[in-house]
């Protein structure tokens, strides 16, 4: 990758970023997941085979084959909710 997809600066850095995968109503936060981003407006990409270990680590928690490292208790609201209420 030469440039950025998303604005197209070329200044493209690898770096490590937070990633959240969601699957049938259930999460997963991932920390320290090594990606290329770009300097300019911070649009990430990721390698398959990264976001392939992530699947399998979801499954893997799901299913009860690997132990949680740590879990913890986000609150959720609909923005429609967030909006009426002010």
């Not at 990758?1 to 200044?11: I, L, P």
């Not at 990409?45 to 986000?74: C, D, H, P, R, W």
Request: aromatic share 12%; glycine share 4%.
């Amino acid at each position: 990758m030469n440039n950025c997809s998303f604005c197209g600066n070329k200044n493209l850095k690898q770096s490590k970023t937070e990633y959240t995968y969601k699957h049938n109503g259930k999460y997963l936060l991932i920390n320290k997941v090594p990606c290329i981003q770009c300097e300019y407006c911070g649009e990430k990409y990721f390698e398959a085979k990264v976001l392939k270990q992530i699947e399998t680590e979801f499954s893997n928690i799901y299913s009860g084959k690997k132990k949680i490292n740590k879990e913890i208790i986000m609150p959720t609201e609909n923005f429609s909710e967030v909006i009426s209420a002010q």
